[in-house]
């Protein structure tokens, strides 16, 4: 290394040296939350022993993961993880893309903030909380719908926590509830950033909102789309524990409806207490979801090199 580059190298270190100070909590929290447990890993291939720790359990190989495909709710676990998920992928997208652009014609200062934190709110109230009122709903012995608005229409109470059917739609509609309001943010701050005169120049060029929208903030917003759902794609296999554990009240007449991987992973440590076998689901899930998201950003750079990821 010359000497001036090595001069060159300490200005720039004496420049940014606050920036660089400020960093450090983040990089030290990055690394002890993230990269550090992933030593754990070899937990998927041993069989765990508390009294010999990680390092010293018995290698087993690929055992741990046979449960997970040998056994006979594999199919239904993975169908319901992969397809509750490709449904709330889509319904995300075009709800909170929706809700994002309505919202940023509502001109009022007062009124866009309130919409805004009414729209958030449920993505901050736990979902134990959201599990019991979701509970006061649709309970047989005093839920809103049996008590009141079935009796309204002249139908008869249902069981709801005894029929597995119609839970996908209710898991459906709770989960969009939830989360559709912190995408919407994100899209709206996407769409606020937009630059006001290519608007301006449309309007003088007598196109309407719906034109401004399909021509100038669709394209635009393109890129936040791909990064947003090329993230949730990467967690394909994984789900809301909360969603499919607490909002059905761990039912098990509802499972075949409701079970995914991560609640029977939990359910299985809980049973058996094994380690190495959620250990083994958690990567498998990380393993395939980092697959898709590189198969995913290929596909998306064939199309359109300037929205993908990386």
């Known amino acids: 290394m010359t000497q001036s580059t090595t001069r060159k190298r300490n200005k720039t270190f ?13 990089i030290i929290y990055l690394v002890i939350n993230n990269y550090l447990p992933m030593f754990g890993v070899i937990i998927a291939f041993k069989d765990f022993n508390y009294t010999k720790g990680i390092f010293g359990s018995d290698w087993i190989g690929l055992k741990n993961f046979e449960y997970l495909f040998k056994t006979t709710d594999a199919f239904i676990i993975t169908r319901n993880t992969i397809l ?3 449904v709330f992928i889509v319904l995300n997208l ?3 893309v929706g809700l994002a652009i309505l919202l940023n014609e509502v001109k009022k200062r007062f009124l866009s903030r309130f ?7 449920p ?21 809103l719908l049996n008590k009141t608005i079935l009796p309204m229409l002249g139908l008869s109470e249902i069981s709801w926590y005894s029929e597995a059917k119609y839970w996908p739609y209710i898991l459906t509609i709770v989960h969009i509830w939830k989360s559709a309001g912190y995408l919407c943010v994100i899209y709206l701050a996407a769409i606020i950033g937009i630059d006001q005169e290519y608007y301006e120049a449309a ?3 007598g196109a309407g909102k719906w034109k401004q929208i399909k021509s100038i903030t669709f394209p635009l917003l393109m890129p936040v789309i791909t990064v947003m759902t090329l993230l949730q794609i990467g967690r394909i296999f994984y789900s809301d524990f909360g969603l499919f554990y607490q909002v059905p009240l761990n039912t098990g007449a509802l499972q075949s409806t409701t079970n995914v991987i991560d609640t029977y992973v939990y359910r299985a440590l809980m049973t058996l207490g094994d380690v190495g076998m959620s250990s083994a689901a958690g990567l498998y899930q990380s393993f395939v979801g980092f697959l ?6 290929y596909v998306v750079k064939k199309i359109n090199r300037d929205n993908a990821l990386f």
């Open 14 to 26: 004496r420049k940014s040296g606050v920036l660089l100070l400020m960093m450090l909590p983040g």
């Open 84 to 86: 509750y998920n490709v």
């Open 94 to 96: 075009f709800i909170a």
């Open 115 to 121: 919409y805004q934190s009414v729209i958030l709110l």
């Open 123 to 143: 993505y901050l109230i736990s979902m134990v909380i959201i599990g019991y009122l979701v509970f006061a709903v649709f309970s047989m012995d005093s839920g």
């Open 203 to 205: 309007t003088i060029d």
């Open 292 to 297: 898709l998201v590189f198969i995913s950003n």
